[in-house]
């Protein structure tokens, strides 16, 4: 099921739905007497590229799921105040965003950027959280070795003691890491780090099993820009990621609620 969620999710991407398109409208023009047909369905799949390569569109259902909750942002553990910034809780979940292991590169290109982010994001939370462990969760998805062994690596590597590391290395997916740290942290609170346009999906699993997440979102997309650059009058492949980003969220989302996950 989880091989054929993925294979699914993936034809509805930006480029593959596109081709999808533009190949069945070729196709009813090379090979059959539906030229009226062909040419509506290949001006349907040009239009819809366009319009997917420009990140306005994404830009409003990005914001929607991104700013749903506030970064917890705080710079010194003297800033801490009852009910006001970041809270004191023992337990730090990053959830991880997808890695390659590669020895010939270093270990911190070996993380995603999402998975880079989510942890750096953590770390700084933990080092302003006394007694905090960082528990940080992924499997093996498509690799040999677990993600979480990957991101503790690139931990340790600036500064993170071993012993404020938990890795969990079995889940496959974000229901699976909700049903594995519940084990862990039992009716705790703990803040959830994760990007923030996954914090919506993340925070319904882990609510829906009664579990206590104090979201910690990061990794955002949209972000307020001081400048206006040539780029942003034009279409390409930011544009394109960030409908993909936007489409993986809302299949997520679908799929969650269909299967009662959320």
């Not at 509805?12 to 999808?20: K, S």
């Amino acid at each position: 099921m989880f091989i054929l969620k993925k294979i699914i999710g993936q034809l509805f991407f930006p480029v593959p739905l596109c081709l999808e398109i533009l190949i069945v409208g070729l196709l009813l023009l090379l090979f059959t007497r539906k030229q009226k047909a062909g040419k509506i369905i290949i001006t349907i799949g040009v239009i819809l590229f366009t319009l997917l390569s420009y990140p306005a569109l994404s830009n409003t259902f990005l914001r929607r799921l991104e700013y749903q909750y506030p970064p917890l942002i705080t710079t010194a553990a003297s800033d801490f105040v009852p009910d006001e910034g970041v809270p004191q809780v023992r337990w730090i979940v990053v959830l991880g965003g997808g890695h390659i292991s590669d020895p010939k590169i270093p270990i911190t290109s070996q993380l995603s950027e999402a998975s880079l982010v989510r942890l750096i994001e953590a770390i700084r939370l933990h080092n302003q959280i006394p007694g905090s462990k960082l528990i940080l969760s992924e499997g093996k998805v498509f690799d040999p070795v677990p993600g979480a062994e990957t991101m503790a690596e690139v931990a340790k590597s600036i500064g993170v003691k071993q012993e404020d590391l938990i890795l969990e290395s079995e889940s496959k997916d974000t229901i699976d890491e909700a049903r594995i740290i519940r084990s862990i942290v039992g009716n705790d609170k703990f803040i959830l780090v994760t990007s923030a346009s996954h914090m919506p999906r993340s925070m319904g699993m882990f609510k829906k099993l009664g579990m206590q997440p104090i979201p910690a979102p990061t990794g955002y997309s949209i972000v307020r820009s001081q400048s206006i650059s040539p780029g942003s009058f034009f279409p390409g492949s930011r544009g394109l990621r960030k409908a993909e980003g936007v489409i993986y969220e809302y299949l997520g989302l679908t799929w969650a609620k269909l299967r009662g996950q959320i």
